[in-house]
T-cell receptor, first 112, second 114 residues
Framework: GDSVTQMEGPVTLSEEAFLTINCTYT??????LFWYVQYPGEGLQLLLK?????DKGSNKGFEATYRKETTSFHLEKGSVQVSDSAVYFC???????????FGSGTRLLVRP | DGGITQSPKYLFRKEGQNVTLSCEQN?????MYWYRQDPGQGLRLIYY???????QKGDIAEGYSVSREKKESFPLTVTSAQKNPTAFYLC?????????????FGPGTRLTVL
């Protein structure tokens, strides 16, 4: 079945470091891909999305490119801040489906 | 402001008791969802509803029940049949007929069974 695999955390970085969180997916069709962020004690917020191959989603300095050839949607940021500390979830949805399939989440800790 | 509200934020219950979690949205979304989140894990779908008076089981529906009598509301009841109910519960909603399923989430309810 369809699935999403994320790198295990926690990922610990110093402020201003470069961030990459890996996400790969398995799907039989052409899914839309999402990154959600969850701050401590809160619900999830959509960070960015891409709906077709080669699309690049971007928001708040974060970017991810939909790579169909490698079935990946890695999240990147050039310079992280302490306020970026959160759990990041990669997710996909399939055409005509009301279900989102989430990865297990990757915790990011940014130290001053 | 449009959004999703969940109440209460923290909920405690004794074993053997049923408890109902509230979820309300004013985004005019047709679809609503309930997820369960356990520490260090991703989200698991409990129930979802695409339209009023209709809902479907998700991946872990056993021990839970829902109703969808109004478009704005999708309450979740955690019954005494749920063996491990302590968790963080998230409600979400989305539009119908979109080319992609962007879901909007509420702030969550943390349920603890004493």
């Amino acid at each position: 079945g369809d699935s999403v695999t994320q790198m295990e955390g926690p990922v610990t970085l110093s402020e201003e470091a470069f961030l990459t969180i890996n996400c790969t997916y398995t799907a039989t069709g052409y899914p839309s891909l999402f990154w959600y962020v969850q701050y401590p004690g809160e619900g999830l917020q959509l960070l960015l999305k891409a709906t077709k191959a080669d699309d690049k989603g971007s928001n708040k300095g974060f970017e991810a490119t939909y790579r169909k050839e490698t079935t990946s949607f890695h999240l990147e940021k050039g310079s992280v801040q302490v306020s970026d500390s959160a759990v990041y979830f990669c997710a996909l949805d399939m055409d005509s489906s009301y279900k989102l399939i989430f990865g297990s989440g990757t915790r990011l800790l940014v130290r001053p | 402001d449009g959004g999703i509200t969940q109440s209460p934020k923290y909920l405690f219950r004794k074993e053997g008791q049923n408890v109902t979690l509230s979820c309300e949205q004013n985004l005019n979304h047709d679809a609503m969802y309930w997820y369960r989140q356990d520490p260090g894990q991703g989200l698991r779908l409990i129930y979802y509803s695409q339209i009023v008076n209709d809902f479907q089981k998700g991946d872990i529906a056993e021990g839970y029940s829902v109703s969808r009598e109004k478009k704005e509301s999708f309450p979740l009841t955690v019954t005494s049949a749920q063996k491990n109910p302590t968790a963080f519960y998230l409600c979400a909603s989305s539009t119908a007929g979109s080319s992609y399923n962007e879901q909007f989430f509420g702030p969550g309810t943390r349920l603890t069974v004493l």
